[in-house]
């Protein structure tokens, strides 16, 4: 099991940053990817940014050049940087952690409660 917890969100005027964190607790040798998510009103949940074991990185078109994701090498935390920021930005933003049992075999996914972000024109 992991437990997963986002921070960091809140209200920033356009052009401005944030950094998002995410504490994950519990098994994370079991962790194969980690995820940023958001979703704004009216709208399906859509992916941000994940990182793999690997270490590599995909972006949704709408944010290359401006999010960031990392973590911590024992995966404890994911964060993402996100720069320039404009109003089509606003949205909940989740923390998205996928596992592994040890034979291999799918694990399950694991969703934080989310965390507001605002940008304000």
């Known amino acids: 099991q992991v437990q997963v917890a986002e921070s960091g969100g809140g209200l920033v005027q356009s052009g401005g940053s944030l950094r998002l964190s995410c504490a994950v607790s519990?098994?994370?040798?079991?962790?194969?990817?980690m995820a940023w998510y958001r979703q704004a009103p009216g709208r399906q949940r859509a992916l941000v940014a994940d990182?793999?074991?690997?270490?590599?990185?995909s972006y949704a078109d709408s944010v290359k050049g401006r999010f960031t994701i990392s973590r911590e090498s024992n995966k404890s935390k994911l964060y993402l940087q996100m720069n320039s920021l404009t109003p089509d930005d606003t949205a909940v933003y989740y923390c998205q952690v996928v596992t592994r049992r040890p034979g291999g075999d799918f694990g399950g996914t694991f969703w934080g409660r989310g965390t507001q972000v605002t940008v304000s024109s």
């Open positions: 990182i793999i074991q690997t270490g590599a990185t």
């Open positions: 519990g098994t994370l040798r079991s962790i194969i990817v």
